[in-house]
């Protein structure tokens, strides 16, 4: 069991560019899960996946934002055009079951020039 | 959507005291846990614990899910304890998402 892992750690980009997450969850766990903290507040969902399907969105996930799931392996999270209010740490979760503790990546800490 | 309230939103120790945090939810939950928060924004898994007791080590929780409410322990605090208690529950009809409380920030002083 090596922990949900999540790529980069830190990412710096300027306002309007396009920007990929990656997320490999702990083997065998089915679901995956992202969520985004700002400062000063929990985690709030975004979307998650049962497998490869994408089963849930959070309305906090415009248009801009896409996250896949291909082969119900890694996840990949995609903000186009990003603007100052992305700025966020984007957290990757992922779980065995219904009814079993999500376990939570290290994150990704967004900065928008 | 399911309500979590988390209590008190901030907290001062002095190392060695004990403490008491404190987690209200509006719904019944299938999932409950409680994270640790480190200052480098580590997300610890500390319980996992939608009903009953559990300890480990220094730390121990309790669910009484019929009354709504989860307690986390800290006893002899550490500096290194501090940080943002977060608890987290699923339910109010999702069986997917966490929805989380605002935290209570930790400070444990030498």
């Known amino acids: 069991d090596t922990g949900v892992s999540q790529d980069p750690r830190h990412k710096i980009t300027k306002r309007g560019q396009n920007v990929t997450f990656r997320c490999d969850p702990i083997s065998e766990h089915n679901r995956l899960y992202w969520y985004r903290q700002t400062l000063g507040q929990g985690p709030e969902f975004l979307t998650y996946f049962q497998n490869e399907a994408q089963l849930e969105k959070s309305r906090l996930l415009s248009d801009r934002f896409s996250a896949e799931r291909p082969k119900g392996s890694f996840s990949t999270l995609e903000i186009q055009r990003t603007e100052q209010g992305d700025s966020a740490m984007y957290l990757c979760a992922s779980s065995l079951e219904t009814n079993q503790p999500q376990h939570f990546g290290d994150g990704t800490r967004l900065s928008i020039l | 959507g399911i309500q979590v309230e988390q209590s008190p939103p901030d907290l001062i120790l002095q190392e060695g005291a004990n403490s008491t945090l404190r987690c209200n939810f509006s719904d019944s939950v299938n999932n409950l846990q409680w994270f640790h928060q480190n200052p480098w924004g580590q997300l610890i898994n500390l319980f996992y614990?939608?009903?009953g007791t559990k300890q480990n080590g220094r730390l121990s929780a309790t669910t009484v899910a019929t009354e709504r409410y989860s307690l986390l322990y800290i006893s002899s605090s550490q500096t290194t304890d501090s940080g943002v208690y977060f608890c987290?529950?699923?339910?109010?009809?999702?069986?997917?998402?966490?929805?989380f409380g605002k935290g209570t920030l930790l400070t444990v002083n030498p």
């Open positions: 614990i939608p009903s």
């Open positions: 987290a529950v699923e339910g109010g009809g999702s069986n997917y998402k966490l929805t």
